[in-house]
């Protein structure tokens, strides 16, 4: 009797070791395969290979291998309890063994294990359950993001159709000049050439405007074409702009600007509209006064050995103004100890010599045009010779009029001799 009790205590003991060591083992596998899992999502969301709808897919998949792996465990764990109750049942079986308590116990024993089947089979069908909910709630986020994937996808198909159709319609093809540099008083032509496409339905619609030069300006229409006739009245331009073929139409839509003023000065924006299509072009204007005929002069005393100055003065053009001095005759080499000034448009000789003298031409340049002036330069001895000879000069023209006078008074006293003498005889 005892005996048996003792078999039957440690074949429970040992069917309850086993199961726990299942347990044990189930965990261990469940959390291995959530590790590797979070890892292939975390390598996945890295390295940004697959989509999210991959990414959601590979993770239901691992979640369903996973729950299949629990379900096999539990079903290996059913089969080794059943093992366990047949080997007790064998066991039981033993007539001499066998008495009523022990029958008793071994009946409550067995019961408990079918119970603990049930609970488990229980168990296993909501894990099963449960496992189904979840496949389906992530096959139905799976199809949402499916469906959000595909609207976007359309989406961007329908902007890069409206975008080709916008790169389609009305181009600029102008390749001129963007900056243009001109004279005030002339005339400049600002290119705009243009094409249409067939898309292009809507009326032709063109607009010159400079545009504003701070925040405190507004933009300033030039010249507007629109509905088959052009609008050249603007008070900016007034009476100075027209375009440069009568009918833009044809795809040009340069213009013409007479009697430039400093006033033009400007960023000008040509704007070609025809819907579906817009396009535009910007060109810098700048409007500058050439420089007026210098006036040159020698600044000081031009005598030999002092240093003397040349200057070239323009009292109108736009700066910066740029002077450039040259000889024109003799040997036409400037003087080896001048120093030129080209912004302010001096030269200055060192201790002048003779071989300074000659004629000298001063040129004054801007980006639009030059002029020129003419200057004789004559180096005289210095002042204390001029001096010296001056007084010689007057040392000679006193003793010339001192030999006049004694002449003179010499005629008028022989003269007076010979009437006394006519007055005696």
């Not at 089969?79 to 116990?105: A, F, I, R, S, W």
Request: charged share 15%; aromatic share 4%.
């Amino acid at each position: 009797m005892l005996q048996v009790v003792v078999m039957l205590q440690v074949v429970v003991m040992l069917q309850v070791v086993v199961m726990l060591q299942v347990v044990v083992m189930l965990q261990v596998v469940v959390m291995l395969q959530v590790v590797v899992m979070l890892q292939v999502v975390v390598m996945l969301q890295v390295l940004v290979m697959l989509p999210v709808v991959v990414m959601l897919q590979v993770v239901v998949m691992l979640q369903v291998v996973v729950m299949l792996q629990v379900v096999v465990m539990l079903q290996v764990v059913v089969m080794l309890q059943v093992v366990v109750m047949l080997q007790v049942v064998v066991m039981l079986q033993v007539p001499v063994m066998l008495q009523v308590p022990v029958m008793l116990q071994v009946v409550v024993m067995l019961q408990v294990l079918v119970l603990l089947q049930v609970v488990a089979w229980q168990v296993l069908v909501l894990l099963q359950v449960v496992v189904m909910l979840q496949v389906l709630v992530l096959l139905q986020v799976v199809m949402m993001l499916q469906v959000l994937v595909l609207l976007q996808v359309v989406a961007w198909q329908v902007l890069v159709l409206l975008v080709l159709q916008l790169l389609q319609s009305v181009e600029i093809t102008s390749k001129g000049p963007r900056s243009i540099v001109v004279a005030s008083g002339q005339t400049v032509k600002l290119e705009c050439h243009f094409t249409l496409a067939p898309e292009d339905l809507a009326p032709l619609d063109i607009e010159w405007s400079l545009l504003a030069s701070d925040i405190q300006n507004e933009e300033k229409v030039v010249i507007l074409y629109y509905g088959d006739r052009a609008y050249d009245d603007y008070p900016f331009m007034k009476g100075r702009v027209h375009f440069d073929m009568a009918d833009p139409w044809n795809g040009d839509a340069s213009i013409n600007v007479t009697g430039l003023r400093l006033s033009d000065t400007g960023t000008y924006r040509c704007k070609v509209k025809k819907a579906p299509g817009i396009r535009s072009r910007k060109i810098l204007l700048t409007v500058m006064v050439k420089p007026s005929r210098p006036r040159c002069y020698a600044e000081g005393p031009t005598e030999q050995g002092k240093d003397v100055v040349l200057r070239c003065v323009c009292e109108e053009g736009t700066i910066p103004l740029r002077y450039t001095w040259e000889k024109i005759s003799d040997s036409k080499l400037l003087p080896a100890s001048a120093v030129l000034d080209a912004v302010g448009g001096t030269m200055n000789v060192r201790n002048a010599l003779t071989s300074v003298s000659g004629t000298y031409r001063c040129k004054a340049t801007n980006r639009v045009g030059n002029e020129e002036c003419i200057l004789h330069v004559d180096i005289t001895p210095p002042s204390n010779m001029a001096s010296i000879i001056i007084i010689i000069a007057g040392a000679i023209i006193a003793v010339l009029l001192i030999l006049i006078i004694i002449a003179i008074i010499l005629f008028c006293c022989c003269r007076a001799r010979q009437r006394k003498k006519y007055e005696k005889e």
